[in-house]
């Protein structure tokens, strides 16, 4: 009887079928980099990241390469508790070009983040180049101290709005919506809701039926309509 189910055991593992990962080249994947550091919220850097690495698994479409990059491969705390160890490190040369970069919040994004100007000029630089940039919640605070968002509309986390319109009263800024997007960037309220902000970038890339389909497997009910979301000026890139 042991044997029979060691056995057993041995045929249920084996019947697994494992995940089809689409190999990544060089040129054909968008490069998604996730700036992380200490403080950082687990939900807005996850969502991203969980919705645009299941890109891999789709055919028939121009994958993302997600990573992390920080101002150090130093560990790296979450607000949680969770201990990262980041891909890249910006004050270096050794990272792929960003094509999109996603700008989760974190813990002092409303002070001394903003104080930080090795990190505040990368973001700028890098947004200036890149095709998309992304932020979740209070993430918009720091493409605002870049002085990305002064000629798009913009949102953050519901509850910092006010804060948010005080610190940057030149912004347009939307606080009825869960996601803007205007020209190429993209703000969200942050929170569970990162998840559709992921989503409508996939969609706009992709088309809806994979964004259903990448909701799908991390079962989200996805339907564009249904998101409150507010779209300006789109960029051609």
Same mark, same amino acid.
């Given at each position: ?29 968008y490069?998604v980099?996730?700036?992380i ?7 807005e850097?996850?969502?991203?990241? $969980?919705?645009f690495?299941?890109t891999?698994?789709r ?9 992390t ?33 996603v700008?989760p ?15 505040? $000029? ?14 979740h919640? $209070? ?7 870049a002085?990305?968002? $002064? ?42 809701k ?25 079962v ?6 249904k ?6 000026t789109?960029?051609?890139?």
């Open positions: 009887m042991r044997y029979l189910v060691i056995a057993l055991l041995f045929i249920s593992c084996t019947e697994v079928p494992t995940p089809k990962v689409m190999p990544l080249q060089k040129n054909d994947t490069k980099g996730l700036l550091m200490d403080g950082v919220y687990n939900t850097l996850t969502a991203p990241m $969980d919705i690495q299941h891999q698994y055919e028939g479409i121009k994958p993302m390469e997600v990573f990059i920080a101002k150090s491969k130093e560990q790296i705390t979450s607000f949680e508790g969770l201990k990262i160890l980041p891909d890249y490190n910006y004050t270096s040369n050794d990272y792929p070009a960003i094509d999109i970069l700008v919040s974190a813990e002092h994004h409303l002070d001394t983040d903003l104080e930080d100007k090795t990190m505040i $000029d990368w973001v700028e630089a890098t947004a200036q180049k890149a095709l998309f940039v992304t932020s919640c $209070d993430g918009a605070f720091v493409l605002a101290k002085g990305l968002l $002064d000629s798009v509309a913009s949102t953050t986390f519901p509850s910092d709005i006010d804060k948010y319109k005080e610190m940057f009263p030149q912004l347009l800024v939307k606080d009825s919506v869960l996601f803007v997007h205007d020209d190429k960037y993209i703000t969200s309220a942050g929170g569970a990162s998840f559709e902000a992921a989503l409508y970038l996939t969609e706009h890339l992709y088309g809806a039926a994979v964004a259903r389909r990448l909701a799908q497997g991390l989200i009910d996805w339907d564009l309509e998101v409150p979301h507010f779209i300006g789109i960029s051609k890139n």
